[in-house]
């Protein structure tokens, strides 16, 4: 028992690795948005607060660096799913979690071209993100029918698909609110604002 507590103390990384790698994941992810995959490893790692060496230890290649930063946004996207279902109204809730898929792919169009490569050699990445995309949006949808707030014939994937096709933030933003308002019913709870 004493050689299992030994070994799984042996491979938990220590809490500055854990620490940095974290801070390295947020700066790549800020680097990614605003310059795209070719953003400087360099730059990544001073706005990370770390060497370039720390960097590399941690991500051997820019693929690695761009792959972690996908699955955390889809993980962390999938996260807030739950976590908004579980404390705000529904409406509210897919509101919210909409303007944070906004934000996703601000961080996914920037590693678009890497992703693609990425993806042809990790069918998985793809097959997973979608999956927890699409279970996320249609938990708030759900919810949302479910309380008599929003229109039966929503088809959640819809809602994003809408969402993906703007050109810029800005007008993405401002169709949250058109398909959520379009999506009430006449009740009034409803018609609360979110």
Do not use: H
Not at 140 to 164: K, Q, T, W, Y
């Amino acid at each position: 028992m004493a050689d299992a507590d030994v070994t799984t103390a042996a491979r938990r990384p220590r809490a500055d690795a854990e620490r940095n790698r974290a801070r390295l994941l947020e700066a790549a992810k800020a680097a990614f948005a605003d310059k795209g995959a070719a953003a400087s490893l360099d730059e990544i790692a001073r706005a990370a607060g770390v060497g370039i060496g720390t960097l590399y230890r941690r991500f051997p290649t820019r693929d690695a660096l761009v792959e972690a930063v996908f699955r955390k946004e889809s993980d962390q996207l999938f996260a807030a799913a739950a976590r908004l279902a579980a404390t705000r109204p529904p409406v509210a809730a897919l509101r919210e979690w909409l303007l944070l898929f906004l934000d996703y792919l601000a961080v996914k169009r920037g590693m678009a071209e890497a992703l693609s490569a990425i993806a042809a050699g990790a069918p998985d990445l793809k097959a997973a993100s979608g999956a927890k995309l699409n279970d996320g949006v249609t938990l708030l949808v759900e919810r949302a029918v479910a309380s008599g707030c929003i229109r039966l014939d929503i088809e959640p994937m819809d809602l994003l698909r809408a969402l993906a096709a703007p050109a810029s933030t800005e007008a993405a933003r401002r169709l949250v609110d058109i398909l959520v308002a379009g999506m009430r019913t006449g009740r009034p709870e409803a018609a609360q604002a979110p």
